[in-house]
């Protein structure tokens, strides 16, 4: 008489099915596993032992496969962890990534906590930086900007979620969504990858157009730039995410655009990851 798989047989087997598509198999084998049993992870070890019924093999074998055919884990979930907030995620926006909460961290740091200042965050994607900043700085008016119906929809449903309900949000591109309003802070963490960058097709299932703006990666952080100081409040600050060797340009079109007090911060990978700056003409 054949025994039945058990859960400890099941995602070994997903994990070494998984070892060549992903960084972390037996980590995704475990959260996948979790998201059908409806269980959180630590109760994988304690039923073990435990075999699954036919149904949930076959959503797990589906979830599986879809992995190993590249898409994230966090869609295939639905959620995504920020700033320690639980946001829904979908192809509709890109997936929050760790080095994104030094953007936030920075920007939390450089307004007065209980003053009634306004910020902008441009590119709000699944909303992560303008809910870290609703739920850390509550008397802060928060504007929330995305160029995509589908991903307002998902920053929308996560504001909801987490009862954070005083964001605005617009649809636009870039400060075509907020005329003639001015701000005491714009964050930004806009697409900076080249088209040209192998790395692309390693995201593939991400939306590109929250990934590359374009040949030199730079096209997005450029506008934003140059059309910053227009919606600033005089000592207004941009804080700014970009890639890894941007750091410099970004700096340099800062400084030629009127900012001063420019700083590059390092991700908690220690790579340089966000540029910010005050900008002191009007």
Request: proline content about 8%; aromatic content about 6%.
């Amino acid at each position: 008489m054949s025994t039945q798989a058990t859960i400890a047989d099941i995602v070994k087997s997903a994990a070494l099915r998984l070892d060549a598509h992903s960084d972390s198999p037996r980590l995704d084998a475990e959260i996948l596993l979790s998201t059908v049993l409806g269980l959180p992870r630590s109760a994988l070890i304690a039923r073990a032992n435990e075999p699954l019924e036919s149904y949930q093999q076959s959503a797990y074998a589906d979830l599986i496969r879809q992995r190993a055919g590249g898409t994230p884990v966090a869609y295939l979930t639905g959620r995504r962890e920020f700033w320690s907030l639980p946001l829904r995620v979908s192809p509709a926006v890109l997936i929050p990534r760790p080095e994104t909460e030094t953007l936030l961290e920075q920007a939390l740091a450089l307004l007065p906590r209980d003053e009634a200042c306004s910020v902008l965050d441009l590119g709000t994607g699944s909303g992560a930086i303008a809910l870290g900043l609703a739920h850390e700085r509550p008397r802060w008016a928060i504007t929330a900007v995305d160029l995509s119906p589908g991903a307002l929809e998902v920053a929308r449903h996560n504001a909801q979620a987490l009862q954070l309900p005083r964001i605005q949000w617009r649809l636009g591109s870039w400060f075509d969504a907020v005329p003639g309003e001015r701000f005491h802070l714009i964050a930004a963490n806009p697409p900076y990858v080249s088209a040209t960058d192998p790395a692309l097709k390693s995201l593939s299932a991400e939306p590109v157009m929250a990934l590359s703006p374009g040949p030199t990666g730079l096209e997005a952080l450029t506008a934003i730039i140059a059309q910053a100081p227009e919606h600033l409040h005089p000592q207004g600050w941009l804080a700014l995410e970009h890639g890894l060797t941007q750091a410099r340009e970004v700096a340099q079109m800062l400084e030629r655009h009127g900012f001063t007090s420019i700083r590059t911060f390092p991700d908690f990978s220690g790579r340089p990851r966000v540029t910010l700056g005050v900008h002191t003409q009007h």
